[in-house]
């Protein structure tokens, strides 16, 4: 059988490799400490799978509108409206297979063949990918720890041409959990209406932040925005959700109507009981989202602290999420068992070879000087983690 080129090219996700073969390890009864989850490690709270299991019984088990449920769409837009007081109707919103779908379709339903997008560096590892799958050039724009790895207008200047199209931001981002400050994001507002681009605003992680950072929803920064920015966001992230794949899209009504049309010709509608549990997330009670974040908090410090420790190590402290980004290029060129270590791949391998912890090689970022761990885990595994990382470097 001869596969399309389209997914032939594609690069397989190294975030699910790394986590593939943790797992596998797990499996034979090896004692892995694992850092490579993108995912809170907190049961999704009761009321929410209360609310489903309820909408199971009551019947909410056949298709529901390709967009989502009126209630849900109804919902999301009510968050908009009242909690960043930015004025949305249900018709702005699209109900997707998770934050990732909602990308998917976006790319789908604006990137024509040649239309450059801007993705800066580290970036999400899907968004290159989903951008090629549509037709487009991803076209990378590197920001490194001088900035915090905040891209600065500057920068995107240099690399927009007449054939950009899109500005992606994520904020906070995976996977380095920079955040973008309200001045930052004004000077990125400015950028985009002069370039008369699309802003897509990935926000997925927009609940997680700490030391009272102010997250601002990119649209509201100005009234003129509305019609060129997309934002995406989800139930996954916010209230430990991942599998229940609930995303949505907030943008004008035309590109939500779009939308609407591939997924009427593709996956229709999201689970019609997880649909239901997003409605409970959103309406419910808030409190889960703070218990969640406080434990981010204390773990991200705890990390911070012992990163700080380590010799030829160095950490920006993120803002969000729940991701660190350390750099370790100074480690890269010593010998490890007859092999040196050349790179984030060579050194995530040592690393799981040697003292049994997987960590996430920062190449598939974009940011080949870094690696990734998760402290979506519990403190009890991060201490062990980290007593296990400074060995083996010690030992490099
Ligand atoms: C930056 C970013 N955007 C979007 C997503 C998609 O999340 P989901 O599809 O689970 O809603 C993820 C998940 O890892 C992410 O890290």
Redesign the pocket.
């Known amino acids: 059988m001869k596969f399309a080129s389209r997914v032939t090219k594609l690069e397989p996700s190294i975030?699910l490799a790394v986590t593939a073969r943790a797992n596998a390890m797990k499996a034979k009864g090896e004692d892995v400490v694992a850092f490579g989850a993108?995912?809170p490690d907190f049961d999704t709270p009761a009321h929410i799978q209360e609310a489903a299991i309820k909408a199971m019984r009551d019947g909410l088990t056949r298709y529901t509108p390709a967009l989502g449920l009126p209630a849900l769409r109804a919902a999301v837009a009510e968050k908009y409206s009242a909690f960043y007081h930015y004025p949305t109707t249900p018709k702005n919103v699209a109900i997707s297979?998770?934050?990732?779908?909602?990308?998917y379709n976006v790319f789908h339903a604006l990137v024509e063949r040649g239309d450059e997008v801007l993705i800066p560096a580290p970036y999400?590892v899907?968004?290159p990918e989903m951008v090629k799958l549509a037709g487009g050039v991803p076209v990378i724009v590197e920001t490194d720890e001088d900035t915090g790895f905040r891209v600065t207008v500057d920068r995107l200047r240099a690399y927009t041409t007449d054939r950009t199209k899109i500005l992606l931001i994520?904020s906070p981002?995976?996977?380095t959990g920079a955040a973008y400050h309200r001045k930052e994001l004004e000077a990125i507002a400015e950028f985009v209406l002069e370039n008369d681009l699309v802003l897509i605003s990935?926000e997925?992680?927009e609940h997680l932040v700490f030391d009272d950072f102010e997250f601002v929803c990119f649209p509201t920064l100005a009234e003129e925005l509305r019609e060129r920015t997309v934002v995406?966001?989800?139930?996954?992230?916010t209230y430990a959700?991942?599998g229940w794949?609930?995303?949505w899209t907030v943008a004008p009504e035309g590109l939500i109507e779009m939308m609407g049309r591939l997924q009427d010709q593709s996956t229709s509608n999201a689970t019609s009981f997880a649909q239901a549990g997003a409605i409970a997330a959103l309406k419910g009670p808030q409190d889960c989202v703070k218990t969640m974040c406080a434990a981010f908090a204390e773990r991200r410090a705890y990390m911070m602290r012992r990163l700080a420790e380590l010799p030829n190590v160095a950490c920006c402290v993120p803002q969000g999420?729940f991701y660190v980004f350390p750099k370790v290029s100074a480690c890269y060129g010593r010998q490890a068992g007859g092999r040196a270590v050349d790179g984030s791949v060579a050194l995530s391998e040592y690393l799981l070879e040697k003292v049994k912890v997987a960590v996430v090689p920062g190449i598939g970022f974009g940011a080949d000087a870094n690696i990734r761990l998760s402290y979506a885990t519990s403190m009890q595994q991060i201490e062990k983690g980290l007593d296990r990382i400074a060995e083996a470097l010690g030992a490099l």
């Open positions: 975030t993108g995912e297979c998770g934050g990732k779908h909602s990308l999400w899907s968004y994520n981002s995976n996977p990935d997925i992680y995406v966001s989800g139930a996954s992230k959700m991942t794949r609930i995303g999420a």
